[in-house]
């Protein structure tokens, strides 16, 4: 399929007030006011950041706070020009590119940027980033993956379609797993991906009086087993990772020549506004959020095994 841009930039409908923003830690009015911003990120307060610290202790992750021994990383793959004919430039990627290593690097994270990759060095590409010795002084890290996309995943620059110069979301989960990232297990992995994901729009269209219907989920069951603690211990495979992904299965991922994709657009502005009292899933709710009343498309959460709350903390 194609990764269409926009012809029309997404309003989003209007941020929720502060007081539905505020962590559970029930903070006065004094101490939910950001008291300075940098590079557009609005920073933590410290009687923020100590009330949450205090009472949310054992649920959040922990972060380190030594600037000079902490090393985050955060990784960028972005593909610009493709080989096909099939798949046309894909101009304002670089404004999405531009926007994203701004707000990372805001929040405490060196950031490294490649551009027009093949699946093959795509995959390598996160391997040594996954390999990477300053993770083991890291508390979290950002990967950030924009391409045309199809159903089966992110293409390469040499992709002619289906099936050709593809790299798999799985692959993308594998190389960033416990076993194959040991010095981030623990610690919050964050995937953004923006792509296409098919050809359909993903809208239909109803009568205002129609409401959804939820599907009825009985919740999985488990078995415990019984074994003995050693100097080793056994470990999920895959945890502390969620991966936000610009739209639904199937549909396309809208983008702007000129102000870039309205995924990454809404997601930097809400990072920027909420990030000092917000944990990770109610700010990526709210990306969600922005689009509820202009379907151009529905970011999604997938992967997700997180289990604490995430955040950012900026100016920590």
């Not at 020009?81 to 894909?90: H, N, T």
């Not at 990759?117 to 795509?122: F, G, P, T």
Request: charged share 25%.
């Amino acid at each position: 399929s194609k990764d269409l841009w926009a012809k029309r930039t997404a309003t989003g409908s209007p941020s929720q007030s502060l007081q539905a923003l505020r962590p559970r830690a029930n903070l006065s009015m004094e101490e939910t006011q950001p008291v300075e911003s940098r590079q557009g990120i609005k920073l933590c307060p410290p009687g923020v950041f100590e009330k949450i610290q205090r009472e949310e202790s054992t649920k959040i992750y922990p972060i380190i706070r030594d600037l000079k021994t902490r090393t985050r990383l955060a990784l960028i793959i972005c593909n610009i020009s493709f080989e096909s004919v099939c798949f046309p430039r894909r101009d304002g990627a670089e404004v999405d590119v531009a926007g994203m290593e701004r707000l990372l690097t805001g929040l405490g994270y060196k950031v490294e940027t490649h551009t027009n990759l093949c699946s093959k060095d795509m995959a390598d590409c996160l391997r040594e980033f996954a390999a990477r010795k300053e993770h083991e002084t890291s508390d979290s890290t950002f990967v950030v993956l924009m391409s045309h996309g199809l159903r089966a995943g992110l293409c390469g620059v040499k992709s002619q379609g289906e099936n050709s110069d593809i790299l798999s979301h799985d692959t993308i989960y594998s190389i960033l797993n416990n076993k194959n990232c040991p010095a981030l297990r623990d610690k919050p992995k964050v995937i953004i991906i923006q792509a296409c994901r098919g050809e359909n729009k993903g809208i239909i269209y109803v009568r205002s009086t129609d409401a959804p219907s939820a599907d009825s989920l009985s919740p999985a069951s488990w078995l415990p087993e019984d074994y003995e603690s050693d100097a080793i211990r056994r470990v999920h495979v895959e945890s502390d990772l969620i991966c936000f992904c610009s739209t639904t299965p199937d549909n396309v991922s809208w983008r702007s020549p000129q102000t870039g994709s309205v995924f990454i657009v809404q997601l930097i502005k809400q990072m920027q506004e909420h990030a000092w009292c917000s944990h990770l899933d109610e700010i990526f709710r709210e990306v969600q959020q922005a689009f509820s009343n202009n379907p151009l498309q529905m970011p999604t959460k997938e992967r997700a095994t997180l289990l604490k709350r995430f955040y950012l903390f900026p100016g920590y």
